[in-house]
């Protein structure tokens, strides 16, 4: 089973950047795509961010033009740059994948969903 590390949080100011990264450790048979999820405290979790086997980006209209999705397929690494950070981007970042470990078909993005996920990374954004 893979398993999938999260690294890159910390504290920051507004206005600042941080990248984050996930390394999927494992092996794997095909990626079906890797998101972002974060989860502030007394909030629901939410997509930040998913990346499509195809390469096709998704984002959250309140990261759109922030943010920046990207995977390394060699390193089975997947990145978030995060510029222009905001104190409501403070929460627990967290990767997910859809990883198959034998052959099969990949879900198609509207019926996306995560097999495995990270523990997650702390963001904190500081007025």
């Known amino acids: 089973q893979v398993q999938l590390m999260e690294s890159g949080g910390g504290s920051v100011q507004a206005g600042g950047s941080l990248k984050l990264s996930c390394e999927a450790r494992?092996?794997?048979?095909?990626?079906?795509?890797m998101a972002w999820y974060r989860q502030a405290p007394g909030r629901e979790r939410e997509l930040v961010s998913r990346?499509?086997?195809?390469?096709?980006?998704y984002y959250a209209d309140s990261v759109k033009g922030r943010f920046t999705i990207s995977q390394d397929n060699v390193k089975n690494t997947l990145y978030l740059q995060m510029d222009g950070l905001k104190t409501e981007d403070t929460a627990v970042y967290l990767c997910?994948?859809?990883?198959?470990?034998?052959?099969?078909?990949?879900?198609?993005?509207?019926?996306?969903?995560?097999?495995?996920r990270g523990q997650g990374t702390q963001v904190t954004v500081s007025s």
């Open positions: 997910a994948a859809n990883l198959l470990y034998v052959d099969g078909w990949c879900p198609n993005d509207d019926d996306w969903y995560a097999n495995e």
């Open positions: 494992g092996y794997i048979f095909r990626n079906c795509g």
């Open positions: 990346i499509s086997s195809d390469g096709t980006e």
